[in-house]
């Protein structure tokens, strides 16, 4: 049974900051029929048995500051992995936009340069090779939205001839997922998340909201246009992976991605903790999110947890000792209204159209996209929470935030891809 203020997280409990039990809100009276309804504190929606009216039980807040607790002062994570993931979500938007090239080489290069030897396998680091460049593109396909160019990438990455030599031998397999586009012009010249005609499918995925049970689990729930969005390209990711891994049984899986890509990469992860989890050494995938919008309800976010989040497991290739590492850390900026504060942060269901060909935020900037989300109607009763472990980077200027340029800056010391 969960009782989010008893206990958090295993590795964030110092971090809480909770001790007091919030007063107890339990039972209300039906909205609609005026029943007694009892619930628990660990429930965020009640249902009345009576007549079937759901309505917020006013724990949320609780449950969230505990959901989303900080682990950023007690969570290690394995830097190389993390910084090779940041380089790819960058990398991926250049390939998009601009028809820039796979760089995998100049990605192990920097980090090659940037550890020292404690880090970075004495500088050794890895062979690529692209698995899967995503030029069947992604869409959303019950709406005929397609947009053809690449939305993913698959990588495999094995230890370079200086890496094996200092005994640091390693497999890992990215699943990278590009974040949202909707500029145009010179910014966006391939149209990268446009259809052929115009619409945009990217931010016709970000706000479609709802929530929906995945066809892989009934008890969780997806926010449907990212659900929708990664429905499109799953079936070929897992059977690329289950390709992959019959060739290097003892890989590690890493699912990463920026904004748009890290929602879809939570649910990727989640899917394939499902779908791959016997397959995959280790006994999952790991997940690392950058900037991530919510991306499901409450019990999601709690399987998330259970199944990745507090699963450890080695990465082999990593400098030091061995070590295990919690296989899913979420990173956000501390003051980024996608992921975070404000009133935005997608924290409840702000529906734009539901099952049409587009939204008018597309053509907007960064802060024009948030005022026009925010000029929607608030549906209390859907409501979304950050998958653990939630990893603040701190508060950054206005210009940086949301920048896939400040998160290479952090992981990878520099901005190596700025497309
Ligand atoms: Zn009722």
């Given at each position: 049974m969960f009782r989010p203020w008893m206990r958090?997280?295993?590795?964030?409990?110092?971090?809480?900051?909770?001790?007091?039990?919030?007063?107890?809100?339990?039972?209300?009276?039906?909205?609609?029929?005026k029943a007694s309804v009892i619930f628990g504190p660990y429930t965020?929606?009640?249902?009345?048995?009576r007549c079937g009216e759901t309505f917020p039980t006013g724990y949320e807040d609780e449950i969230r500051r505990v959901v989303e607790a900080d682990c950023s002062g007690s969570m290690e994570y394995p830097k190389a992995a993390v910084a090779r993931a940041i380089g790819y979500c960058s990398m991926i938007y250049g390939m998009a936009t601009h028809n820039e090239g796979f760089t995998g080489g100049k990605l192990e290069a920097q980090i090659g340069k940037m550890g020292g030897s404690n880090v970075f396998n004495s500088g050794g680091t890895g062979e690529v090779e692209l698995i899967n460049d995503g030029a069947k593109g992604r869409g959303m396909v019950k709406r005929g939205l397609h947009d053809s160019r690449t939305g993913y990438l698959i990588t495999l990455v094995t230890a370079d001839r200086a890496a094996k030599a200092a005994g640091k031998?390693?497999?890992?397999?990215?699943?990278?997922?590009?974040?949202?586009?909707?500029?145009?012009?010179?910014?966006?010249?391939?149209?990268?998340?446009?259809?052929?005609?115009?619409?945009?499918?990217?931010?016709?995925?970000?706000?479609?909201?709802?929530?929906?049970k995945p066809w892989w689990s009934d008890r969780v729930k997806i926010r449907r246009g990212?659900?929708?969005?990664?429905?499109?390209?799953?079936?070929?990711?897992?059977?690329?992976?289950?390709?992959?891994?019959k060739l290097h049984p003892k890989a590690r899986v890493i699912v990463t991605g920026h904004s748009l890509g890290a929602g879809l990469a939570v649910v990727c992860a989640h899917h394939l903790q499902y779908h791959r989890a016997l397959r995959i050494d280790g006994g999952g995938p790991f997940c690392f999110p950058f900037c991530t919008?919510?991306?499901?309800?409450?019990?999601?976010?709690?399987?998330?947890?259970?199944?990745?989040?507090?699963?450890?497991?080695?990465?082999p290739g990593e400098g030091g000792g061995v070590r295990e590492y919690n296989r899913a850390v979420n990173f956000v900026m501390s003051n980024d209204p996608v992921s975070t504060e404000a009133m935005y942060g997608f924290k409840r269901d702000r529906s734009d159209d539901l099952t049409g060909r587009g939204t008018q935020a597309a053509n907007r900037g960064f802060v024009g996209k948030i005022a026009y989300g925010l000029r929607k109607k608030v549906n209390e009763e859907i409501i979304f929470y950050q998958t653990p472990n939630l990893y603040k980077l701190g508060y950054f200027q206005p210009l940086a935030i949301h920048q896939y340029s400040r998160m290479q800056e952090i992981f990878l010391g520099t901005a190596l891809y700025t497309t």
């Open positions: 958090g997280t295993r590795d964030c409990a110092s971090n809480l900051g909770i001790t007091r039990m919030p007063k107890v809100k339990s039972p209300k009276p039906c909205r609609n029929c965020d929606i009640a249902k009345c048995m031998d390693f497999t890992h397999i990215y699943i990278v997922f590009r974040g949202s586009r909707s500029e145009e012009g010179s910014l966006n010249p391939m149209a990268a998340g446009f259809t052929s005609d115009g619409h945009n499918v990217d931010y016709a995925a970000n706000f479609t909201g709802r929530q929906d990212f659900l929708e969005l990664y429905q499109s390209m799953s079936d070929d990711i897992s059977n690329d992976l289950l390709e992959l891994l919008p919510r991306a499901g309800d409450l019990a999601f976010a709690l399987d998330f947890k259970a199944r990745l989040g507090e699963a450890k497991l080695t990465m």
